[in-house]
């Protein structure tokens, strides 16, 4: 187990709350196997949870990835690091109930953070659900669908090849930080990553099954270190770096705090690492990261970006999140994350309201931001993003870019995605999905780059 920061000591995993009565649902005799509907909403991690489940659905005999109307099951993947996010799953689960009484034998299960961290006590909330488990440990969850519906089964179901360009891979989990805002250490739990080899042999079955770009995900993932070796990321993009086919590489979600100059040599020196960096800020004033608890300054986050801008070239595209209306936010420290902004221009900002969330340690205190004042610092916030946005993206304009060419629009135009991330369309019968186009940029909008190829797809 990795050592805690000194801001993580004394934390302990919240437990699941033990189930209030026992409920088993109807597992009618299909004489099929039985039929998966996913659904998941929040971050890239719970992408990746969604592709694992449907593996190991697979795995047990049933069917993954189906539509609604045609499951058995709908298994819904909760994100519950905002309220609003929360109240999406809310929703999205009374949209299921008419569903699941349309048909007798058909049943609703629930993972995900809001799994942690409400526990089972959603069976007594919400009567029409029949299962909660924990994604992180679906082992359990699995073994009893198997049985209880063994007369269904008739082994392992092989998926049919995806015809994905790009994959999330997650190379650690949970979080030692403890930011006073967020939940997630206590519904992901400490941090623990994968060996360098289990996520060289993931990467390159994904490479094997057609995929050409990688993201290694972390809730803190420039924390990674191998339990063995000690590997930390940068070691970790070079030995991934060597996997034959792969095209591109990417990685989320950066601390400040780990961003290291190896860091941004690696970016620099490898070929497949994109010249792209997010780099949570939430703040621009000393005082308010102090309450959020983030453990650096402005002029440390500074600092990083200058280090990461000068090492890693020709260009680097940059995104942040960034979090209005905290606890006891002053205009003065709200106008100093203005500033950050324009001073550093971000390609993207994330920006957030703050919402209270249960215990955290920010949760006692006051949330004496308005809502409609919320709204109005995120608003003037997007503008300021959006004029930022665009004057960065005009500065590509003549330069010349490569295109993973993703897919194609109805009016058969080609898009797809830049080293930097950023969105590129081409002309009309410009290239081919998955193909990578080399093209230069004409005009650009604060959203996408429009370009004219240079030659052939590669």
Known sequence: MPVLSDAARGFRPLQMAGRPARREPIVPVLGRAPRVHLWHIGCQMNDADRERLAEEFADIGFIPEVPLEDADLAVLITCTVRANAEQKVYGKFRELIPWKRERPGRAIAVTGCMAVEHGEGLLQRLPDLDYVF?????????????????????????????????????????????CTYCIV????????????????????????????????????????????TGSRLPELLRAVDTVPGLWRLRFLTSHPRNAVPE?????????????????????????????????????????????????????????????????????????????????????????????????????????????????????????????????R???YVGREIEVLVEGRSEDDRP?????????????????????????????????QLHAEPLGAAA
């Open 134 to 178: 924990d994604v992180r440990e679906p082992d359990g969850f699995m073994a009893k669908l198997q049985a209880l519906h063994a007369i269904n089964l008739d082994g392992p179901i092989t998926l049919p090849a995806s015809d994905r360009l790009s994959a999330y891979v997650p190379v650690m989990g949970g979080c030692n930080e403890m």
């Open 185 to 228: 250490p206590f519904v992901r739990g400490r941090e623990t990553s994968r060996p360098v080899d289990e996520v060289m042999a993931h990467v390159q079955r994904l490479v094997e099954g057609g995929v050409r770009e990688v993201t290694l995900l972390g809730q803190n993932v420039n924390s990674y270190r191998d339990p063995s």
């Open 263 to 391: 860091l941004f040599t690696a970016m620099h020196e490898l070929a497949t690492v994109c010249e792209q960096l997010h780099l949570p800020v939430q703040a621009g004033d000393n005082a308010l990261l102090r309450r959020m608890r983030r453990l650096y300054t402005v002029d440390e986050y500074r600092a990083k970006i200058r280090a990461a801008r000068d090492a890693v070239r020709p260009r680097l595209s940059l995104s942040t999140d960034v979090i209005v209306g905290f606890c006891g936010e002053t205009e003065s420290e709200f106008a100093a994350t203005e500033q950050l902004m324009r001073e550093l221009e971000f390609d993207t900002v994330h920006l957030a309201a703050y919402s209270v969330r249960p215990g955290t340690a920010a949760a006692p205190r006051a949330d004496d931001i308005p809502v409609a004042e919320k709204k109005r610092r995120l608003n003037h916030l997007l503008g300021v993003q959006r004029d930022i946005a665009s004057a």
């Open 393 to 395: 993206n005009r500065s």
């Open 415 to 447: 898009y797809g995605r830049t080293r930097e991330n950023k969105v590129a369309w081409l002309p009309a019968g410009a290239a081919e999905p998955g193909s990578l186009t080399k093209a230069r940029v004409v005009s650009a909008t604060a959203w």
